[in-house]
């Protein structure tokens, strides 16, 4: 069975800073990886995915990820945080047709 | 293009009453999906649709869970009778079929509160 890990509760950074919000997976085959993010009273959204190909993806909203294989990690990574950023983010592993995530991670984002 | 919608957006109820919710799915999208956070938990998937077919419904929690898909269009998730356990936000996610079912898009949710 598929399992996420998000080691980050709460991360707090400073509008500008940059920032990586970390993820493991365990999965036996290739993984579909996704990172989502939920803005208050807002659903989830997604914000990047990996199926196969390159291993460093790019998304929405100036947000990139990179798969690691080796580490099984995808972790998401924007080099300039905006206050706007602030949310939610969790870690998705895609198979057999559902979505395991992993606990979320809450961004808070400082002036 | 409409997203997946949900309804009601919140809801409260008394232990012991009946709750259904709705789920309407990206026009076109055979694939459909619940999914619960319980408490600031982690979101965990309850039980997928190709159309009006449950292919999955391994994580429904119980017996006291009733999902259905008339016609392959929306779908009900109801909950009798109603546990405080319950409580949580019910996301309903649909998908196209081939390689692009892992690809879900997510409604806003249901906020259930059971007291």
């Known amino acids: 069975a598929q399992s996420v890990t998000q080691p980050d509760i709460h991360i707090t950074v400073s509008e500008g800073a940059s920032l990586e919000l970390r993820c493991n997976y365990s999965?036996?085959?290739?993984?579909?990886l996704f990172w989502y993010v939920q803005s208050p009273g807002q659903g989830l959204q997604l914000l990047l995915k990996y199926f196969s190909g390159d291993t460093l993806v790019q998304g929405i909203k100036g947000f990139e990820a990179e798969f690691k294989r080796s580490q099984s990690s995808f972790n998401l990574r924007k080099p300039s945080v905006h206050w706007s950023d602030a949310a939610e983010y969790f870690c998705?592993?895609?198979?057999?047709?559902?979505?395991?995530f992993g606990d979320g991670t809450t961004l808070t984002v400082k002036p | 293009e409409a997203g997946v919608t949900q309804f009601p957006s919140h809801s409260v109820i008394e232990k012991g009453q009946t709750v259904t919710l709705r789920c309407d799915p990206i026009?076109?999208?055979?694939?459909l999906y619940w999914y619960r956070r319980v408490m600031g938990k982690e979101i965990k998937f309850l039980l997928h649709f190709v159309k009006e077919s449950k292919q999955d419904e391994s994580g429904m929690p119980n017996n006291r869970f009733l999902a259905e898909r008339t016609g392959g269009t929306y779908s009900t998730l109801k909950v009798q009778p109603a546990e405080l356990e319950d409580s949580g936000v019910y996301f309903c996610?649909?998908?196209?079929?081939?390689?692009?079912?892992?690809?879900?898009?997510f409604g806003p949710g249901t906020r259930l509160t059971v007291t």
């Open positions: 996610a649909s998908s196209q079929q081939g390689r692009g079912s892992y690809e879900q898009y």
């Open positions: 999965y036996g085959a290739t993984p579909y």
């Open positions: 026009s076109g999208h055979d694939n």
């Open positions: 998705a592993v895609g198979a057999s047709g559902k979505s395991t």
